[in-house]
Nanobody
Framework: QVQLVESGGGLVQPGGSLRLSCAAS????????MGWYRQAPGKQRDLVAI??????????NYADSVKGRFTIYRDGAKNTVYLQMNSLKPENTAVYYC???????????WGQGTQVTVSS
């Protein structure tokens, strides 16, 4: 089994910043992708940012709504992925989930989620 532990959520004012962390442990044989998703009340869970790993190369992709404000990066040695969120907006309020995929097939593993609230 794989365990994902997220941290770093909280309450922040509009325009502020937060950094989310997700540490993976357990039966990890390889990493195909690690990503962040979010789910606002009454809405579906959507992709925010994802890093896809291929050998020594990594590629990051973002939802259009966060490009230029959010940055995803990974510490491979620690099996940890981060999401730096800047210029936060009230519409970014959601529960943020980390996901690890060891292959392109299957649903992968999910963390328990961390609440991000952007409000004045």
């Amino acid at each position: 089994q794989v365990q994902l532990v997220e941290s770093g959520g909280g309450l922040v004012q509009p325009g502020g910043s937060l950094r989310l962390s997700c540490a993976a442990s357990g039966s990890i044989f390889s990493i195909y992708a690690m990503g962040w998703y979010r789910q606002a009340p009454g809405k579906q869970r959507d992709l925010v940012a994802i890093i896809t790993v291929s050998g020594n190369d990594e590629a990051a992709n973002y939802a259009d709504s966060v490009k230029g404000r959010f940055t995803i990066y990974r510490d491979g040695a620690k099996n940890t992925v981060y999401l730096q969120m800047n210029s936060l907006k009230p519409e970014n309020t959601a529960v943020y989930y980390c996901r690890l995929q060891q292959s392109p097939l299957g649903s992968g593993s999910w963390g328990q989620g961390t609440q991000v609230t952007v409000s004045s």
